[in-house]
């Protein structure tokens, strides 16, 4: 049966035979191999869909829209192709080579879920919105604290020196705000606000005392250059690849640090279909694949296993990995792989407009926004008796055209060299908590195009999440009131869970076996020898983007990984 290590071939094993096998190239995947392949271990990291060269395969980016087929603009036969990937803010014309085509790549929506992903080298690292901001205690005690999901096996002081070993290579430019529930990094300069977003900050400064602030989003766009990468050019196309590097990617950074070794064989069209395990051994020994080039399978070993396929990627082989040691998925004796699913919730806020600063105009296209951290439930003077944890904005100012409507021909034209009004918006970032009952499973009866098995997704937001989408939308509009904005309006689109593209938790961190998935070092409680850094290893949320706290668990993981291995205790 699948993960029988009595079908192992001898001579395979030689000939395929690792130090360590990463699944998965996207954010954290790229950092394990960096890791590893810098710690001296032959590493073979496994990407499921094609190879992304940098600079080489960014094609068209250089191009204006009038120079593209269909000036950037979505088809209707895209739309039949992708209808929730052509949904994504980052999805255009260039840059839908970057995502799946949601026809050949099918889940089951038990629920309305938004599975936005890509299949290549790099993965969402190509597309992602770039935001890094640190966890705080507030946010790794919070479980213990209110009794949702379990308690964190790690503190902030567990994982700030990991913060700080990752953020220089990563590059981000950010301000120091000496604010407890947002820790400060290791930054490149900051991006400057414009106008109306430093008088909006300041109004704000003014008007509300419980310590609320605008700052400058801390962004993995490069201010100044990062080795060879940057700095960035302030385009604000990073989501088609950057040519001149100005944004950290596994495609721009990681990844060419690990083939730099020597150490690293790279092989894209690698489905990985189980890990195999051998139970006398009682550790996992290698994985196998199946090559979606020459649809034949293939077995590779080695003595440490990381997986960081994306959150419902690693649980699909999780879950597929069936032996008789774990006939409910490898290391899933606690039955928590696939649950406690979450993602945050946004799409809610508002916008107003300013007549001031009629005589200043923006500069560029900054790749980046302004943020306001969490002030909601961080001590007993911010305790909210509606709901538990709290949410953050993301936002900022501009000016557009004046474009009179139904305009044609030099009338219309004329109207767009005018500069209209400044206008300042905020749209809301929350938490989800975890629960249980927020699950992925593994359907058998409906099989993908490699006849494996499809993903069932239930999952929802509930109570807690709306009582705090009231606060979110009317929090916002007060803010705006007290900055001096005329003619707000709120909103509240209220997509489905996965639309924020930060879905995690479905292979948890606890302390108690019987209850989570993974140790504090990542590793799997019942296989010492395989981690797990991306996102389904998170116990909560938060409502931070969280990429940057993947890539440290990465690196504090591999690191623990590494002194075990030389230890010979993996």
């Known amino acids: 049966m699948p993960g029988d290590s009595t079908q192992i071939n001898n001579k395979a094993v030689k000939q395929n035979t690792y130090d360590a096998i990463v699944v998965g190239s996207g954010i954290s995947g790229g950092w394990a191999a960096k890791e590893l392949c810098e710690k001296g271990l032959k590493t073979l990291v496994l990407e499921r869909g094609r190879n992304v060269e940098h600079i080489k395969d960014y094609t068209d980016t250089t ?40 026809l050949e790549n099918p889940y089951n929506q038990v629920k309305p879920f938004d599975w936005v992903r890509g299949n290549h080298v790099g993965g969402r690292s190509l597309t992602w919105g770039r935001q890094c901001y640190r966890w705080s205690d507030v946010d790794f005690g919070a479980n213990a604290k209110d009794g949702h999901g379990v308690d964190w096996p790690i503190r902030y002081k567990d994982i700030a020196p990991w913060y700080d070993y990752v953020e220089p290579f990563v590059g981000i430019s950010g301000s120091i705000e000496n604010l407890p529930q947002l820790p400060d990094g290791k930054f490149l300069p900051p991006m400057e606000m414009n106008c109306i977003e430093k008088q909006v900050a300041e109004r704000i400064k003014k008007n509300f005392a419980d310590g609320r602030r605008i700052i400058i989003g801390r962004s993995a766009n490069h201010t100044a250059k990062v080795g060879d990468r940057g700095p960035c050019q302030y385009r604000n196309k990073c989501h088609e690849g950057c040519p001149f590097g100005g944004y950290f990617s596994s495609n721009s950074a990681t990844l060419p640090a690990a083939a730099r070794t020597g150490n690293m064989t790279l092989r894209p069209f690698s489905v990985v279909e189980e890990v195999l395990y051998d139970k006398d051994k009682k550790r996992a020994i290698g994985v196998r694949i199946l090559d979606t080039e020459t649809m034949k399978t293939q077995e590779y070993y080695a003595r440490i296993i990381f997986l960081n396929a994306s959150t419902l990627g690693t649980t699909h082989i999780l879950l597929n990995s069936v032996s008789d040691a774990f006939p409910h998925g490898l290391g899933n004796s606690s039955e928590q792989v696939g649950h406690n699913l979450m993602d945050h919730h946004y799409g809610v806020g508002a916008s107003g407009e300013s007549d001031d600063f ?68 905020i749209g809301s970032w929350g938490e989800h908590l ?106 909560s949320s938060a409502c931070q983007n969280p990429s940057i706290t993947y890539m440290a668990l990465t690196a504090r993981a591999c690191d623990y990984a590494v002194t075990e291995l030389k230890k010979r205790n993996l």
């Not at 087929?69 to 209808?83: A, C, F, I, K, Y």
């Open 63 to 102: 191009k204006d829209p009038w120079e593209l087929t269909h000036h950037g603009e979505h088809t209707q036969q895209d739309r039949v192709n992708s209808p929730t990937q052509s949904k994504c803010y980052a999805w255009n014309e260039v840059s839908k080579k970057y995502f799946v085509n949601d």
């Open 358 to 425: 009629s005589d200043q105009y923006v500069f560029g296209r900054r790749a980046n926004g302004i943020y306001v951290p969490r002030f909601r439930n961080i001590n007993e003077t911010t305790k909210q008796k509606e709901y538990v944890r709290g949410f953050g904005y993301q936002g900022g100012g501009g000016r557009g055209r004046i474009s009179i409507e139904d305009g044609l021909g030099g009338e219309y034209k004329d109207s767009l060299t005018e500069p209209g009004k400044w206008t300042f918006g």
């Open 434 to 539: 975890p629960y249980y009952e927020n699950k992925v499973t593994l359907n058998k009866d409906k099989k993908d195009k490699w006849g494996l098995p499809t993903l069932d997704i239930d999952c929802e937001f509930k109570d807690n999440e709306k009582a705090m989408r009231n606060d979110m939308k009317n929090s916002a509009v007060e803010m705006l009131e007290k900055a001096g904005l005329k003619n707000i309006t709120s909103y509240d689109s209220a997509p489905a869970p996965g639309f924020c593209i930060h879905e995690m938790g479905t292979a948890r961190m606890g302390r108690n076996p019987k209850t989570s998935v993974l140790n504090g070092n990542n590793q799997l409680h019942e296989v010492k020898n395989v981690f797990i850094t991306d996102g389904s290893c998170m116990a």
